[in-house]
């Protein structure tokens, strides 16, 4: 692997502390040409392993909206917007896929779908500052069968700027629904790990319910594990996403 490639672990490694899954740079330091670990009287080995942890956390934050996290984390988030309220929580016990538990509150049919779902990872790009993902996730109704859902979802993103899109089609909810959204967003500084990290964002969907397109600001915040995105359209009012990493 090059200097200042992306990578991922595929394992804790508890000797660096790095989480499973975590992106991170590979960074290359000459054990005879660096003289901050000889000042520090740091043993070449350790001052490797103290830099990688150290801009792993910086970039870690960036993957925190995605349906599947570390090895061995949990993510619980709540959605809130015209159509639907739902909760769901999900555990990655592998780097490659996330499993969780979805319940939703349909505000058109005014019933309620609890879910299993299962995301996949089918695609990850990484390179010295930016990552594309590309996921397939799906759910089963723990209560009918033939309550379901498919989705194919992507994103592509550098410290500064994000660009994502969803595909959705659902079944069984008493009507048949096939959602689509693309999101662009600029973070307009940079921040280090803890810190607040502010995203600017736009957001653009499209159903077959109503067949209309539309677009509206969104405001993205996390710091840590926790994550607020608020966003506003006349038309579906308040669109409300909270999620919480651990």
């Excluded at 061995?72 to 780097?95: E, F, K, Q, R, V």
């Excluded at 996949?120 to 990552?131: C, E, H, I």
């Excluded at 759910?139 to 033939?146: A, F, I, K």
Aim: aromatic share 14%; proline share 4%; glycine share 8%.
């Amino acid at each position: 692997m090059e200097e200042g490639q992306y990578a991922s672990a595929d394992l804790t490694d508890t000797k660096k502390g790095v989480p499973i899954g975590t992106p991170f740079f590979i960074v290359h330091i000459n054990p005879e040409n660096s003289s901050l670990h000889n000042q520090l009287g740091i043993p070449y080995g350790g001052m490797k392993n103290i830099i990688t942890i150290f801009i792993c956390a910086l970039l870690a934050s960036t993957a925190l909206g995605r349906p599947i996290s570390y090895v061995g984390g949990h993510t619980l988030m709540a959605n809130s917007n015209a159509d639907t309220d739902n909760i769901y929580w999900h555990y990655t016990p592998n780097i490659n896929y996330s499993v969780g538990l979805d319940y939703q509150q349909d505000k058109i049919s005014n019933k309620s779908f609890p879910s299993a779902r299962f995301t996949y990872l089918l695609n990850r790009k990484n390179t010295a500052t930016s990552q594309r993902n590309l996921y397939l996730s799906t759910g089963v109704g723990l209560d009918h069968s033939s309550n379901y859902f498919y989705a194919l979802s992507g994103d592509w993103e550098t410290r500064r700027v994000f660009a994502g899109f969803s595909a959705k089609q659902i079944s069984g909810i008493g009507y048949d629904l096939f959602e689509q959204s693309i999101k662009l967003g600029v973070a307009p500084y940079l921040g280090d790990y803890g810190d607040l990290h502010t995203w600017l964002m736009v957001e653009t969907k499209k159903n077959n319910f109503d067949d209309k397109l539309i677009t509206y600001p969104v405001l993205r915040l996390f710091k840590g594990g926790a994550l607020i995105e608020v966003g506003y359209h006349k038309k579906t009012d308040w669109d409300v996403h909270l999620m919480y990493r651990f």
